[in-house]
């Protein structure tokens, strides 16, 4: 490369770094939520509930069946207890230590594993009873449904106050279960109906929402389009179902998944023609949209796990929420968020217009809806007519998370982080700080098996923007374990208020673990550095302690609590920065407890049988301010155009083009060219009529007369020849070399053309004569030819190799 191609090599690396350092938003939007802690806890244990003390932090762990994995997937609170669903059993254990109370054994009966083997399918896997529905009664009773080997059975329990089970009824479960254990399902209890979004059919082709004794429109894509359903909340007369499905509004377009979320009423009494009468007249579903703001929203499609509805005050407005979790596709840019909507904004969507297709396959649009609105959840004395309705249960618009942007965002491309995609979600709602301000506290699992904590640190005050906090990022389950996705999370508390836990399934292991890390921290400035709404440095007796396993009389003087969630720094407490924030001087089980210190942190050997690493970061601390960033991305980018136009200089100078020198660099757009300046150069031309007439060699042309299409006239080419390391005989007069061949000398084949006496203006040939003699051999060292055609001015240029 010579001249400007130099500096554009060198200034597209810098300028593409500085647009993507100062664009406005780009750095904002993308960047990583980075935790204050990340703990990391690998155990092994030896029992089915062991107890490990990090700090005095106790964690707990209940292993079924160590022989296989049991596929935990739900869990049930009951007074103090709690209900563990897995293969062929329900577990009952401890709720603050996860000790065994006592096992229901609930395996599949001979004929039915047999016939489920015998349908194909695996006597392994497929072929057991895989807990899906563990629900609590009115009446304190229990209702249970399993896969039962493809043949899905309901039963209800009574459990007596020593733990056994008592079987109360038993019912098929085609509607409340999934035949197959891989398809995701979801049921709840309200008003005393029991609703529930799964597949009928052996095969699961039959996706339906149930109730009421109504279904779904039946084989319908524009009302569920192989969904998978995640869960399902009620609010007075709305049954809300979240789920993901393939998109019909995107069909024109390709195949696209798309959260949603669906709605029936429990006033719902049906149609009134035919089949409709046994169908849903109350269902719509609209989209959920959860993205990176911008003129190309960024967004994360698939809808992976959702809270359950909670109540506090946001923006200073009293609101219900849920919280998602969302994942792009598994074919797109690694990427997952944490969104949080609003159930007022769901109901004004479902007050909106509906998408209209006028026939299938054209691209839908928005109509307003007849009058009266059909699908409201109105008391309905008798069935109405669902015609329009049925045809039209997808609205116009999305529903907009509530505070415009993700929560939390985690992408898979820093090398620093662990690579994970976010699966489910739990939250503990409203947790109050000493300023009397409510957080909700999230708690996010991952298909790593880890589990973060965060929270909206301007929630309380505004919808936008807004301050992601992630507390501390936390490895519940080893990565020597085979399957390590978090299937369930959950926040219980005793009915004393004592200890608040997070419960933590995977398909092997269920453990438990407390909120808070207060006791790591030893310092106020430490304390204040961890930005965890449940702790606080207490002024009084020196110790950072767990607000929530105080009273509220103990709560309530602010002056004796430290505690600056927005900023994690505070002037009451002295500089002792985060070096000297955690303590590992702690009892362990096994390796260590380590705070980088490269991350500002301290480390401290343990010993035992429990691996805990804690490392602490500072998030939201930058090493640099924006304006210095500036101001060096500028300064390279003029220092690399100096650079690059003192290297263009240097380098066109050197690679001068002069038609005969022979330098040391060859132009790439004249290789045909080899520079010779010792050998005397001659301008020669030979006509097709020469070469036909022998001119050459033999006699017989060597190169056929080209013809091409000039503005749609024919036209002859005269061909301009170098014939390279070719013996030619040359019969020429004196004179030839300086003076022109004469137009009577002779050629191997007969005499050369008057035209042949003058040189060519388009071409320099390098002719090497060695002798004098009549037939003295020309060689030419490098063969090129122009096709010229007469009457217009471009030339073609063809180029060979050196050699034939």
Known sequence: MCGMEWLAALCSPLCLFFVISVSPGSAVRWQQDVPAQRIEVGSDYHTLSETSSVGGAEIFEFIGNESQADYFKLLLPVRDTLLIGGRNAIFNVSLQDLTLRSTL??????TDAFNCYRKGRSQDLDCHNYIRV????PNGNIFSCGT???????REFYITATGKYTQIREDQGVLYSPFDPSFNSTILLHNGELYSGSFGGFHGSDPLIFGRSLRTRQYDPNHLNDPDFVHSVARGDAVFFFFRETAVEYTNCGKRIYSRVARVCSTDQGGVLGQAKHRWSTYLKSRLNCSIPGEYPFYFDEIQGVTDLVSGSYAGEKREMIYATFTTGPNAIPGSAVCAFSLQDIYNVFEGPFKHQESPGSSFWSVPGPDPRPGRCIKQAAPVDSTWIESHPLMDEAVRSFFGQPIVIRSSFDHGLPKYRFTQIAVDPQVRTPDNRTYDVIFIGTDQGVVLKAYNALAPDSRSPVQSVIVE????????QLSRAVRSLKVIRDEFGRWTRLVVVSDEKVRSFLVAQCDQANTCGSCVFLRDPYCAWDRQVQKCIELNRLSHSQASPLERYVQE???????????DGPSSSITGSHTLQKDSTRILPGEGGISVEGEGNTRVNIFVTEEGASLYTVETLAVTVAAASVGALLLGFLLGYGVGRRCKKEQYDAGPCVDAE???LEQRPSVPVQMTRMSDRTMDRGGVGSGTSLLAAHHHQTHGCQQEEQTYFTP????????YATGLIGSGVSPGAAGAGGTLPHHFSKPSPHLNMILDLNGSTPHTTATIDRRAFYTHAQGHSSMRRKDFSDDI
């Open 724 to 731: 390279g390391h070719y013996p030619v005989p040359v019969h």
């Open 565 to 575: 969630l927005q900023t994690g720094r505070s002037k009451i407490c002295p500089e």
């Open 134 to 137: 563990l629900l609590l009664l």
């Open 670 to 672: 004249y290789e045909f």
């Open 473 to 480: 990022e936390r490895q519940a389950f080893p990565e020597f």
């Open 148 to 154: 039962n080997a493809f043949a899905p059975v309901c």
């Open 105 to 110: 054994d609930w395996s599949v009966s001979e």
